[in-house]
């Protein structure tokens, strides 16, 4: 999953649950997990020989046999799992703590877009080739009927509108729109005038303008995944695929005779990976990869939650939209400045300060207002700040003069998102197989392009599997020389199993009483 606890509801709060021909829906059900076994209150070395192992209340039956074993079931996760069932023989289990979208996947804008990647940047040419990827299963997705794209996956082709107020931000479009059109993107600079007439709701002034890229296209994070999976477990019958949901991992498992990694160890089940075992979760790969590696050898894979939140608005009839719009100030994380007294985060971790908010807003497929959005360093804290959602609201207001004066009531039509985006200090996921454990392999940080880039970082890791060249270079993304080694000190680990599981169960015990998906 790409992060931990990331989507809650201010009201009536209810499970969601996915259908799938390996679980039952009773199994699916976030639930407090228990660690309980002979080690209690002795040190873990989490990096375990096969003669050692024995998951709390296993027998030999709950051991199985794959050829890769995935830990996340976010977008990402399930993406490298559908590629890998799609273009090879290989089989796959994928694990988590929670559920499929209890994550940030499942609290994201849902937006694939170019408008804000920078042309020969080392993420460029990623970006191009999953939304290539996108594009090619929504055009597989229309051509099966049964709703089509737009059903199946929320897809729209809305196009984006990038804008901007100031001289500043003008001049920042201009260059932006000309450099992607350099790089054969279709872009275009709008003036005040042209801007009103795509998005007559919206208000940039007159002296603002925009960048209009026509192809720009969003998704709906919760069909996405639902589609995914539905491809997924359309492998189970020939005992391709397996799903380990609410069943955190706990530890790595290698061989006493070659050293390698060989397994899972999950809070219930031991999972084999004969060819490769992939790190795909997101905000807590961190955390997990202190648990699994030896306690006297630590690699720091410095990727940490950052915490957002998303508003939707239901029944919003007096801003209508036409396309999917974002402040330039989103792109490099300005701070807004509006008439909020609640932007400075004297607690935060932020290296840059501030607590961001930026305009970003869109319309859904079922015509709900969708709103954002805020970035502040919480550790995994997943309260809602309603002073937080009330700057978003008047940050809005200065964009659609419709909304000025229009108060908003948090507890009536709403929902609140809070995402916790898998965030990396270079700006850059990590995606590669972890020095000297050569069939381990990490895929995170991809922050707030998970939807965006799943697609394509499932094909780069599939490749990297089965030792294929690249059709996108992964090198900007590897581990190796790019994270420092340590030397874990005596506290910088879990002293008991009880520790080692308590990130992971966290993300199932929280999201019991409020996770709600509509």
Same mark, same amino acid.
């Given at each position: 999953?790409?992060?931990?606890?990331?989507?809650?509801?201010?009201?009536?709060?209810?499970?969601?649950?996915?259908?799938?021909?390996?679980?039952?829906?009773?199994? !699916?059900?976030?639930? *407090? =997990?228990?660690? !309980?076994?002979?080690?209690?209150?002795?040190?873990?070395?989490?990096?375990?020989?096969?003669?050692?192992?024995?998951?709390?209340?296993?027998?030999?039956?709950?051991?199985?046999?794959?050829?890769?074993?995935?830990?996340?079931?976010?977008?990402?996760?399930?993406?490298?799992?559908?590629?890998?069932?799609?273009?090879?023989?290989?089989?796959?289990?994928?694990?988590?703590?929670?559920? #499929?979208?209890?994550?940030?996947?499942?609290?994201?804008?849902?937006?694939?877009?170019?408008?804000? *990647?920078?042309?020969?940047s080392d993420m460029w040419e990623?970006?191009?080739?999953?939304?290539?990827?996108?594009?090619?299963?929504?055009?597989?997705?229309?051509?099966?009927?049964?709703?089509?794209?737009? /059903? *199946?996956?929320?897809?729209m082709r809305t196009g984006s509108?990038?804008?901007?107020?100031?001289?500043?931000?003008?001049?920042?479009?201009?260059?932006?729109?000309?450099?992607?059109?350099?790089?054969?993107?279709?872009?275009?600079?709008?003036?005040?005038?042209?801007?009103?007439?795509?998005?007559?709701?919206?208000?940039?002034?007159?002296?603002?303008?925009?960048?209009?890229?026509?192809?720009?296209?969003?998704?709906?994070?919760?069909?996405? %995944?639902?589609?995914?999976?539905?491809?997924?477990?359309?492998?189970?019958?020939?005992?391709?695929?397996?799903?380990?949901?609410?069943?955190?991992?706990?530890? =790595?498992?290698?061989?006493?005779?070659?050293?390698?990694?060989?397994?899972?160890?999950?809070? *219930?089940?031991?999972?084999?990976?004969?060819?490769?075992?992939?790190?795909?979760?997101?905000?807590?790969?961190?955390?997990?990869?202190?648990?699994?590696?030896?306690?006297?050898?630590?690699?720091?894979?410095?990727?940490?939650?950052?915490?957002?939140?998303?508003?939707?608005? /239901?029944?919003?009839?007096?801003?209508?939209?036409?396309?999917?719009? @974002?402040?330039?100030?989103?792109?490099?994380?300005? %701070?807004?400045?509006?008439?909020?007294?609640?932007?400075?985060?004297?607690?935060?971790?932020?290296?840059?300060?501030?607590?961001?908010?930026?305009?970003?807003?869109?319309?859904?497929?079922?015509?709900?207002?969708?709103?954002?959005?805020?970035?502040?360093?919480?550790?995994?804290?997943?309260?809602?700040?309603?002073?937080?959602?009330?700057?978003?609201?008047?940050?809005?207001?200065?964009?659609? #003069?419709?909304?000025?004066?229009?108060?908003?009531?948090?507890?009536?039509?709403?929902?609140?998102?809070?995402?916790?985006?898998?965030?990396?200090?270079?700006?850059?996921?990590?995606?590669?197989?972890?020095?000297?454990? #050569?069939? %381990?392999?990490?895929?995170?940080?991809?922050?707030?392009?998970?939807?965006?880039?799943?697609?394509?970082?499932? /094909?780069?890791?599939?490749? @990297?599997?089965?030792?294929?060249?690249?059709?996108?270079?992964?090198?900007?993304?590897?581990?190796k020389h790019r994270f420092s080694?340590?030397?874990?000190?005596?506290?910088?680990?879990?002293?008991?199993?009880?520790?080692?599981?308590?990130?992971? =169960?966290?993300?199932?015990?929280?999201?019991?009483?409020?996770?709600?998906?509509?």
């Amino acid at each position: 999953m790409e992060a931990a606890i990331a989507f809650t509801s201010v009201r009536n709060p209810s499970t969601t649950r996915f259908s799938s021909s390996s679980s039952s829906p009773s199994s !699916r059900v976030p639930q *407090r =997990l228990c660690v !309980r076994g002979p080690w209690r209150g002795r040190r873990l070395r989490a990096l375990r020989p096969q003669s050692q192992v024995q998951a709390p209340g296993a027998t030999a039956a709950d051991a199985s046999h794959h050829d890769v074993v995935v830990v996340g079931a976010g977008i990402v996760g399930l993406a490298i799992a559908r590629h890998l069932l799609l273009h090879t023989r290989l089989s796959v289990a994928v694990a988590d703590a929670a559920v #499929p979208c209890s994550g940030a996947t499942g609290a994201g804008q849902g937006y694939i877009w170019m408008s804000h *990647r920078v042309p020969g940047s080392d993420m460029w040419e990623l970006a191009v080739r999953s939304k290539q990827l996108w594009e090619e299963l929504a055009a597989e997705v229309d051509g099966q009927g049964g709703g089509g794209a737009r /059903e *199946r996956l929320g897809w729209m082709r809305t196009g984006s509108l990038l804008v901007g107020r100031t001289s500043e931000e003008l001049a920042t479009l201009e260059e932006m729109t000309k450099t992607l059109s350099q790089a054969g993107i279709h872009a275009e600079f709008l003036s005040a005038s042209s801007v009103h007439a795509l998005e007559p709701a919206l208000s940039v002034g007159k002296d603002g303008g925009a960048m209009f890229l026509s192809q720009d296209c969003q998704i709906d994070a919760v069909q996405a %995944v639902s589609l995914i999976e539905k491809t997924n477990n359309s492998y189970s019958s020939e005992g391709r695929y397996m799903e380990f949901y609410n069943d955190p991992a706990m530890s =790595l498992i290698r061989s006493e005779v070659t050293g390698t990694v060989e397994a899972v160890q999950t809070s *219930r089940n031991i999972l084999y990976g004969r060819k490769a075992i992939v790190i795909a979760s997101g905000a807590w790969t961190r955390s997990l990869l202190h648990s699994f590696l030896e306690p006297a050898l630590t690699l720091d894979i410095p990727v940490k939650p950052r915490k957002g939140h998303l508003l939707v608005v /239901e029944n919003f009839d007096k801003v209508k939209l036409n396309h999917g719009l @974002m402040e330039v100030g989103y792109v490099d994380h300005q %701070v807004a400045k509006s008439n909020c007294t609640h932007m400075a985060s004297e607690s935060s971790e932020d290296e840059q300060g501030a607590l961001s908010i930026s305009m970003t807003a869109t319309l859904d497929t079922k015509g709900n207002l969708v709103l954002g959005s805020s970035r502040e360093f919480k550790g995994f804290s997943r309260e809602v700040d309603k002073s937080i959602v009330k700057c978003m609201w008047e940050r809005a207001g200065e964009f659609f #003069p419709a909304m000025k004066n229009v108060p908003l009531d948090i507890d009536q039509n709403t929902q609140i998102r809070i995402g916790h985006r898998p965030y990396m200090p270079d700006g850059k996921p990590v995606i590669g197989f972890i020095p000297d454990l #050569p069939n %381990v392999l990490v895929a995170t940080g991809h922050e707030g392009n998970g939807l965006t880039m799943a697609l394509g970082t499932a /094909e780069m890791v599939t490749d @990297m599997i089965l030792g294929n060249p690249g059709k996108v270079d992964c090198s900007p993304f590897s581990i190796k020389h790019r994270f420092s080694v340590s030397i874990a000190t005596s506290t910088s680990l879990p002293a008991s199993p009880d520790d080692v599981a308590s990130f992971s =169960l966290i993300a199932s015990v929280c999201i019991c009483s409020s996770l709600r998906i509509r």
